[in-house]
């Protein structure tokens, strides 16, 4: 169960800088090309961890940067937006977590390209030195980019007792975390993470509800799946089993933070302990909250407009 008398959210996870470069006309490849750059601090831990913060939640980031410029904005940003980041691991000489993606004129992805060596080498020692803090925490959320034996060693001893929620992010993440996916509280899968990490099938509804029930059956307490437009699919070892969505937003600015918010909504909602049927909603309104922004996390993110919109989009 989660036990809310802590009252605050570690984050075990990436944190980046994201770089996008968008081209001003038809690329041309292998030159040089005008265009349009833009760089912010992203990582799906930490975006999960700004929502939290910025719905009032008290959170505090374990991570890694560098003693480089990108590092320098990850904290001084992230801390700006009400993280404690006083537990990073700070390595001299190494390049903090980067991420850069070129887009064409019409805006679609030509090449992405990540750095996250940084996190990759994040030592089990460093969970246990943060042993203490971890363990007093509400909850934990985490994210698959890290190697498979940290999440391990972190679901299994690092955490104690403190219920570790997981976002697999990719369907290669998935891959790679499916051998330790029952160890998990809860899992944040969409239906193509869903399939890997069950290895079933989850094109139909029924399908779904089969594959969180081999999740369930393999210890994980609690699963959530996003379905976009369609809402979520959710199930625990309670026995709750219930498709859930709000009314579709009728026009969407930006759709790439709604996974992180939805995530801090739903963490939100369980350390405050609240019903099924409402910690959905929040989860919900939390990504529409997310998609009326043109950035990744809605600065105008808050407990309050969340809860105006899960009013306003309710069903």
Do not use: W
């Amino acid at each position: 169960m989660i036990d809310r008398k802590h009252a605050f959210v570690a984050g075990v996870g990436a944190a980046n800088v994201d770089v996008h470069g968008q081209s001003r006309k038809a690329i041309v490849m292998r030159d040089s090309n005008p265009g349009y750059m833009a760089t912010s601090v992203g990582g799906v831990t930490r975006n999960i961890l700004e929502n939290l913060a910025r719905q009032g939640v008290p959170v505090a980031l374990f991570s890694a940067v560098g003693d480089d410029l990108f590092g320098e904005k990850i904290v001084r940003e992230s801390r700006a937006a009400g993280i404690d980041m006083a537990h990073l691991l700070r390595k001299r000489g190494a390049a903090s977590s980067s991420y850069i993606a070129i887009l064409d004129e019409r805006g679609d992805m030509l090449l992405g390209m990540s750095d996250m060596r940084i996190i990759e080498d994040l030592p089990a020692a460093y969970l246990d030195q943060n042993g203490a803090i971890l363990q007093k925490a509400s909850a934990i959320v985490c994210d698959a980019c890290l190697p498979v034996a940290l999440l391990d060693h972190l679901v299994s001893e690092a955490a104690g007792d403190t219920p570790v929620l997981i976002d697999p992010v990719s369907t290669a993440y998935a891959r790679q975390m499916e051998p330790i996916a029952g160890k998990f509280y809860a899992i944040k899968p969409n239906e193509m993470e869903l399939s890997i990490l069950s290895g079933l099938p989850t094109e139909t509804e029924a399908q779904i509800e089969r594959a969180c029930e081999a999740l369930l059956d393999r210890g994980v307490q609690r699963v959530a799946v996003s379905r976009g437009e369609k809402g979520c699919y959710y199930a625990d070892a309670s026995g709750n089993r219930l498709f859930r969505a709000l009314r579709p937003v009728s026009q969407m600015v930006n759709a790439t933070g709604a996974g992180d918010a939805f995530m801090a909504g739903l963490t939100h909602a369980l350390v405050d302990g609240m019903a099924v049927e409402e910690m959905l909603d929040y989860a919900l309104a939390s990504g529409i909250t997310a998609i009326q922004s043109m950035t990744t996390i809605n600065p105008s993110m808050s407990d309050a407009l969340v809860r105006e919109n899960r009013d306003r989009y309710r069903l």
